[in-house]
């Protein structure tokens, strides 16, 4: 008779004991890992079943120590039934079993005597499972990530990597305004200089900017609420190489963000510019991201963003091919520092929105409808980043 078969048999031939012997009956129960439990083999129950939940990886180990004359038999089944260990000893004896479990499922510890249905021996026995080995290290793709930024702890909410040609007039400028209480931290690593980092949530420049959301009332930076918002400059350097921002809550506070990301432009003739996003692990968990190319005034950029291949690409949030993606169309940002900026967003500029489920990164195509319009544009992202667990 073949395992599996005999695995059957004995359901069978649990489910057909006369009712007489209800009270002498197979044990079906549940083990875990470092239990010890006792019971006995008889006539009319000569089995009994301990099921363990275990993981692959854990190397099982698993004792039966035998008295009254039992001769102790011991065997694992796998979640499928099929018999992979097995194991049997005298009368008295204590039989013992290792097996390493190649992948995760409820294994079935079947305890019985020797030659189990032809066998005669019966007595007490004892039954202990354990794991020979530490517990297999998994690690949550959804951890959060954290780093110390000058005194405190912040917690990532997304970063960006684009690289930069050398030109002398290059001039970067990060703001993120925090909402529901967000406080956000900006971090700067140059690929030029491995050893530069800048890492602050200075928001002095800050004071008196507004912005408007689309339907949501407008916003107001002012000396009281600087901890609401973050700004970082970087310019003045013919080579950078490649930038990598940062973007965290401050002691991981809990909260939605808009970031502005000026800087960037499309040049004539086709240019793009690539831009890696990756949300941070507590984020990318639950939360989506949206990311606006959002043309400067009197530029004549016509936005176009894509994912590589063109999987998924934009031109008009909101409308032709782009109506899955909230339109940023009304929304305003003034910076009063430097030239007084205002930007205002308009039906022609492209979004797209990066989906949860997964901490990876995405490479993001910015560039202009049809190559053949050239400008300034801003980054703009509404993300948020989740309470911690």
């Not at 000569?46 to 004359?69: I, L, N």
Request: glycine content about 8%; charged content about 20%; some cysteine.
């Amino acid at each position: 008779m073949g395992q599996k078969c005999l695995f059957v048999f004995w359901w069978l031939l649990l489910a057909a004991l006369p009712l007489a012997a209800q009270d002498d009956v197979p044990v079906v129960s549940d083990i875990a890992y470092d239990d010890f439990v006792e019971d006995s083999i008889t006539t009319s129950a000569f089995f009994d079943w301990w099921r363990v939940q275990a993981v692959e990886g854990d190397v099982m180990v698993v004792d039966m120590a035998a008295s009254g004359g039992l001769e102790p038999l011991l065997a694992i089944l796998n979640p499928g039934g099929d018999t992979v260990a097995r194991t049997e000893g005298a009368a008295n004896t204590t039989v013992q079993l290792e097996y390493t479990v190649p992948a995760t499922g409820i294994y079935t510890l079947v305890a019985t005597r020797a030659g189990s249905v032809e066998g005669t021996s019966t007595g007490a026995y004892s039954l202990r499972v354990r794991r020979a080995n530490l517990p297999s290290v998994r690690p949550n793709p959804y951890q959060d990530v954290t780093f110390r930024c000058q005194d405190f702890e912040a917690a990532t909410a997304v970063t960006l990597t684009f690289a930069e040609d050398p030109k002398t007039d290059l001039f970067h400028r990060f703001t993120v305004y925090g909402l529901h209480g967000f406080r956000p931290v900006i971090r700067l690593n140059l690929s030029a200089t491995p050893d530069f980092e800048d890492c602050s949530p200075d928001a002095e420049q800050t004071v008196n900017d507004t912005f408007t959301l689309p339907g949501e009332t407008p916003h107001t930076v002012t000396a009281d609420t600087l901890d609401s918002a973050a700004q970082l400059a970087l310019g003045g350097a013919e080579n950078i190489g490649t930038i990598t921002l940062t973007i965290a809550g401050r002691d991981g506070t809990p909260g939605r963000y808009v970031a502005l990301i000026e800087g960037f432009s499309i040049e004539r003739g086709g240019d793009r510019d690539i831009v890696e996003v990756r949300l941070g692990p507590l984020a990318a968990k639950s939360t989506r991201l949206l990311v606006y190319m959002v043309a400067k005034p009197n530029s004549r950029l016509d936005p176009f963003m894509a994912l590589p291949d063109e999987e998924r690409a934009c031109d008009d949030a909101g409308r032709r091919g782009c109506e899955g993606v909230p339109s940023l169309e009304g929304a305003s940002f003034t910076l009063h520092d430097r030239e007084g900026l205002t930007i205002t967003a308009d039906r022609q500029d492209a979004g797209l929105i990066l989906a949860p489920g997964s901490p990876d990164p995405m490479t993001l195509v910015l560039s202009s409808r049809g190559g053949d319009t050239y400008g300034d544009y801003v980054l703009v992202l509404i993300g948020e980043l989740p309470p911690r667990e």
